[in-house]
């Protein structure tokens, strides 16, 4: 199989192909188990540090917004992982921006898969990262709450699951969405998503480190584990199409603690002077994002279909620091 990941460059795509890597298969559109032959990284660049040897892989630099571009990188592809996105505070803060990678790079990638399948190829399964953040508040979110995006980010992932539904049901494409909560632990730097303080909130301290918290400690906030997101990406590759009719797209679960209580356990597991390298300081532009994203999810369909959430925080933390850190807190003077 020839496997393409857009936005293949960052965390998540990075994670998602180690794991592909050490598996080494997935099921086809017939659900037969197929060898990966070739993982093609497509994104604007890649970090030395990031670059693997392994001749099963392809890195090719390439702009989502670029039709051409990305016809070319996904020739002959038999799936698409697209995580290729603006994250939700950038887009808010740049519509443009959010508008041209969110909304038409999505639209690029279906068309290349449209213009596979009409030239006489296999349909392609395509696995397209979605948000949380399509919903409008609500205090408790189920399978069937509906989509009202009150910020772009939300608006523009709405658009791109209906696209991702509507291609699907005419054929051009073997689609299926996820709806991802926010993502912790996150290695490395703080990037420009609202939900990139839950976080630092425990990478920062956890690494010795000093981080400011803009949110009040009663925000809540959907939490999924990277681990729990990679196994919930392959998962929904593997799973027949037949699976997501009539509507393709998936809320996924996972727990909803307060940010108070993030930053609880983290006291629970490494210590208080790790919980007070913590500083509170509001931002309402991020506070306005938070308090319009949902408080929690309760996804039936998801565990029908075998995907599996966090069972607590404390598991979370202790997953970053296995892997993050090799198991060893630093010493704090």
Known sequence: MRIVVTGGGGFLAQKLVQSLLIRGFLADTKGRRQEIEKLVLFDLTFAEKDVLDDPRL???AGDVCDPAQVREAMI?????FHLAAVVSADAEANFDRGMRVNLDGTRNVLEACR????????????????????????EVIDDRTAATPLNSYGS?????????????????????????????????????????????IIREPLTGKSTVCPVS????????SPRRVIEALIHAHDLPGESFHPWRVLLLGGIAPTVGE????????????????????????????????????????????????????????????????????????
């Open 76 to 80: 002959a592809a038999d799936s698409v």
């Open 262 to 333: 993030l930053v609880e356990a983290l006291g629970h597991r490494a210590g208080k002077r790790f919980a007070d390298l913590i500083e509170w300081e509001p931002d309402q532009f991020i506070q306005c994002i938070v308090n319009s994203w949902p408080k929690r999810l309760e996804a039936k369909r998801a565990e029908v279909l075998g995907f599996q959430r966090d069972s607590s925080v404390e598991e979370i933390i202790e997953q970053f620091i296995e892997e993050e850190l090799a198991g060893k807190l630093p010493h704090l003077a």
């Open 115 to 138: 213009v596979g399948t009409s030239a006489g190829n296999a349909v392609m399964k395509l696995v397209y990262t979605s948000s949380i953040a399509v919903y409008g508040g609500e």
């Open 217 to 224: 400690p009663d925000s809540h906030m959907p939490v999924l």
């Open 156 to 200: 523009q992932k709405a658009a791109g699951e209906l696209l991702l539904n509507d291609y699907s049901r005419k054929g051009y494409i073997d689609g299926r969405g996820l709806r991802l909560p926010t993502i912790i632990v996150r290695p490395g730097k703080p990037n420009k998503a609202a939900s990139s303080f839950a976080s630092s």
């Open 58 to 60: 392809e890195y090719r």
